[in-house]
């Protein structure tokens, strides 16, 4: 970067040059090719004095507290605060995007709010948050931004989370989960033909991700398909998609089956019942996955926890308030002791459903 660019723009190394004059973006499948002053794709990595440029480096749509489970995480630090937040623009183009004022957005002035690393790290720390997420949008776009959010986060001994949609390049995704402490993978459906016409994307590097992630790393996985009338939501895929995820990530990845509301693009479909929810959740289970929850509706016991071996309820949840609490200390059940997924601490969060908006000025 020189003297003469802003600070929110941040070189990057993931590209290289084609004979044609183009540089290729090389951190996601896409492989946007771009000219002198054109963006990708995903509006935030663009072409600047022949370098591909992270343009919203220390920007972000704005912060929030949350409680872990919104991201949705249901075994990793029980009910803690997480500090969210998310830039603009996204590497996919989802019709469904339920996010779309901020992953679309072409304007700098979705950007309300500006943070270093330090200061975020600073912020999750002075509001007792145990983990800062990268959601909202996906950070495989500020891919600089989130590394250096979560070495600085580290150092305060506050864990981070990303909330990604998993397309992303080989290289770049091991650098990237090197810094994280948990994922929540959206698995958006499981043909390509629903990819390609609804995502604009690809399945396979989305699989690719979750194997990577699950045997490669020691990051924390959990899984959510959002479930469309219609389009993902038929038992026949349903089914490979849950006999994926046992034979290739192992029964103990929790999966979330979260409802569909119409939105953005997509406002022709019905909302998803909470019957289709349940039958996915049905046969998730049947086909081994220990960890089954439905999401976005009330649903006490699709939303609880249950030790897969003597079924008695260990964590019980009310939306996202904890109810019910059978974890031992080291992370077994209380009933019959056998281990359950997750990173547990010897007593659960007191956070609660609480959203509270921040303003990262105030920590500067």
Known sequence: MTASQPATIMPTKYWHQLEDGRIQCDLCPRYCTLQEGQQGLCFVRGRLQDQIVLTTYGRSSGFCVDPIEKKPLNHFLPGTSVLSFGTAG????????QNWDMSKSRQMDTLADEASPETIARAAEKLGCRSVAYTYNDPVI????????AQACREQGIK?????AGYVCAEPREEFYRYM???????????????????????????DTLVYIKHHTNVWLEITTLVIPGENDSEAEIERLTQWVVEHLGPDVPIHFSAFHPDYKMLDKPATSPATLAM???????????????????????????????????????WYELREWNVTEDGACRFCRTPCAGMFESQPGHWGARRVPIVLSQFR
């Open 90 to 97: 996204c590497n996919l183009s989802c019709k469904f995007c």
């Open 142 to 149: 500020f891919h600089e931004y989130a590394i250096d959010v």
């Open 160 to 164: 981070s989370v990303a909330v990604t």
């Open 181 to 207: 402490d948990a994922a929540n993978v959206d698995l958006k459906g499981f043909t390509e033909r629903f990819y390609k016409q609804i995502c604009g994307g690809s399945l396979q590097p989305v699989l």
């Open 280 to 318: 996915a959740r049905k046969i998730a289970m049947k086909n081994g996955i220990r960890y089954a929850y439905t999401g976005n509706v009330q649903d006490e016991e699709g939303g609880s926890t249950y030790c897969h071996h003597c079924h008695e309820k260990l964590i019980g949840r009310d």
